[in-house]
């Protein structure tokens, strides 16, 4: 998972981000648990459970009996000599799917990101409906796929759901 500010339009500013907004805390902690990374003996996303090299928590969850690991690139280390962010691009780069959490009206490319890995991005923008706290909720497949897009609209407690599908 990434976090995309307003006009962050690439790769390396989007890693960059050292820290999570209150919104995408919020809706993190909806979808799963704030885990201890160290000792953690379940499924690790490729996470380092020794040394918090990666960190000392993430966020993890079961779902239709799968074991799902977070990497959460702004709570990942990240070293100041590295301007390229390699350890956080290969964790997220290196997942079959990305979500990213953006700023109200961000704008994202499909082809963000480098690697050939990631095959579909999962969007989600906070939004405010007659003063009520929604996420939207986008789909979008990468490369040569046929894009769908499909758009949820879930309340702060996901209590609940409307969609729309343009094809």
């Known amino acids: 998972m990434i976090y995309q500010y307003l006009n962050q339009i690439n790769e390396t500013n989007i890693l960059s981000n050292n820290q999570m907004t209150t919104e995408m805390e919020h809706f993190i902690n909806l979808i ?55 350890q956080r691009k290969r964790l997220v780069a290196n997942s079959f799917i990305c979500i990213v959490f953006q700023e109200e009206d961000s704008i994202f490319n499909p082809d963000l990101f480098c690697g050939k890995v990631i095959q579909a991005y999962i969007t989600v923008q906070p939004t405010t409906i007659n003063d009520q706290l929604y996420y939207k909720v986008k789909f979008e497949e990468k490369h040569l796929f046929k894009i769908k897009l499909v758009f949820l609209f879930i309340d702060k407690n996901m209590a609940s759901l409307s969609y729309k599908i343009n094809n």
């Open 32 to 86: 799963a648990d704030r885990v201890q990374l160290k000792g953690f003996n379940k499924y690790r996303g490729d996470l380092d459970t020794k040394s918090n090299e990666h960190g000392e928590y993430s966020y993890f969850t079961i779902f239709n009996n799968y074991q799902i690991m977070f990497n959460i690139a702004p709570i990942i280390p990240s070293d100041k000599n590295d301007q390229q962010f390699i």
